[in-house]
């Protein structure tokens, strides 16, 4: 079985010629909370690659590509498509994911890109993507707070979606135990490969789970990932870390949603109230990202 529940303990400690890439992660280009720059110090720390999927954005791909610290970093996106399912696509070479942006993403997005595309459905982009020389996986296919994949294969016109994926997400830091394994059974049924990845959107779960294959760039890790010669390494975030993104995830998608901060942090209090265990670290985090944005908007006035 190449999927280990397991503690990850930094730096990570690999084989001789392996390498370790987090396959899922946000940065503040779309719904994570930091920036480039500390994501690539951590990831350099932890001794990891990373493929930052931003949901329908590549501008964190574009600026972390050429890095200075050594960083492997695999041009890639999350493609929140029309019908509520998610897309993680890994090209090869970022001049194909530009084009792929510009042609098939950038066009169809509504307020901004942390919200669905329009009439863009994961069948469409799927196909759409095997034009270039990249690798599409669904993305956590079982999570409670997204569609799940059943309810979306019995939509008509889908039956030919499976076709089109490379592999399936069977690992991802958000989700419990039995919603992973469900994933991975998925995978093992339908005869695709595996990834996994932190899913993350604050720091302190970048590399948390992991994807781990002998490669020596990130061309030949996706190589074997296509031939599902991969082990995956981790687990779920622990409670504070998953309150921390909740608490994120809350103000940056409410925030596409309406576009207007107070009305945001209202929304996002009352949501609060909802998820009660969260209710502490919900709290700093909404107040953290309020305050962010308000310095970012008074930096932009300034100009």
């Known amino acids: 079985m190449n999927l280990i529940f397991t503690k990850n303990r930094f730096p990570l400690h690999l084989g001789n010629g392996e390498m370790a890439f987090d396959c899922h992660y ?3 280009h779309s719904d994570g909370y930091s920036g480039i ?5 951590q990831a350099k720390e932890r001794n990891l690659g990373i493929a930052i999927t931003d949901h329908n954005e590549i501008a964190g791909v574009l600026e972390g590509y050429n890095n200075t610290l050594g960083v492997s970093v695999i041009p890639g996106i999350e493609v929140s498509c ?3 399912i998610h897309l993680l696509i890994y090209f090869y070479e970022l001049g194909d994911l530009k084009d792929f942006f510009e042609k098939y993403v950038e066009p169809y997005r509504r307020v901004d890109h942390n919200t ?3 009439k863009m459905t994961a069948l469409k982009i799927a196909k759409v993507a095997k034009q270039y020389k990249c690798l599409v996986f669904l993305a956590h296919p079982y999570s409670t707070g997204h569609r799940q994949i059943e309810s979306y294969m019995s939509i008509k016109g889908t039956e030919k979606f499976f076709m089109y994926l490379d592999g ?4 991802n830091g958000t989700l419990q135990e039995r919603n992973n394994l469900k994933a991975y059974r998925l995978a093992q ?7 996994g990845g932190s899913d993350g959107h604050v720091l302190s779960v970048l590399g948390k789970t992991v994807t781990v294959a002998k490669a020596h760039d990130y061309r030949s ?19 504070y870390q998953q309150s921390k993104m909740m608490g994120v995830l809350s103000y940056r998608h409410l925030s596409a949603a309406t576009k207007k901060h107070h009305t945001n ?9 909802v998820f009660q265990r969260f209710s502490v670290p919900l709290l700093y985090f909404l107040g953290a990202t309020a305050y962010k944005k308000v310095k970012e908007r008074r930096k932009s006035v300034r100009r």
């Open 168 to 171: 399936v997400e069977v690992l």
């Open 37 to 41: 720059a500390k994501i690539l110090r």
């Open 26 to 28: 946000h940065s503040s």
């Open 221 to 239: 890790f996706l190589d074997e990932v296509r031939q599902n010669r991969v082990r995956l390494l981790g687990n779920t975030a622990n409670f």
């Open 189 to 195: 049924e339908l005869k695709k490969p595996v990834i």
């Open 265 to 273: 942090m209202a929304a996002a209090l009352g949501l609060m109230a």
């Open 82 to 84: 029309s019908g509520r």
């Open 116 to 118: 669905f595309l329009k």
